[in-house]
């Protein structure tokens, strides 16, 4: 290799995730925290892991459970103003 152009090489460097799996790798970085890893992904997992945490998926169904009806209720309305 040519001198003075590499990166320090961490052979094990310590990589510890927010579910709490920790595992070595090699890296450049001596010591990484992650918030999701191999053990805890819903890829490998296989489940569905659903990041909500304001309940936007609640607000979201709610705001539009009506939204067809009020659609139909706008059309049959501005129809009735129209053969006036
Ligand atoms: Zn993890």
């Not at 979201?60 to 539009?64: P, Q, S």
């Given at each position: 290799m040519k001198a003075e152009i590499h990166p320090n090489w961490y052979a094990e460097a310590k990589?510890?995730?927010v579910c709490g799996n920790t595992f070595t790798t090699g890296s450049t970085l001596p010591e990484m925290k992650l918030d999701i890893c191999s053990a805890c992904h819903p890829?490998?997992?296989g489940k569905q892991?659903?990041?909500d945490a304001e309940g936007r998926v609640e607000r979201?169904?709610?705001?539009?459970a009506n939204f067809n009806l009020k659609?139909?209720?706008k059309?049959?309305?501005s129809s009735k103003?129209?053969?006036e």
């Open positions: 990589v510890t995730c890829f490998y997992t892991k659903l990041v979201f169904k709610k705001r539009y659609a139909k209720d059309a049959e309305n103003n129209d053969s």
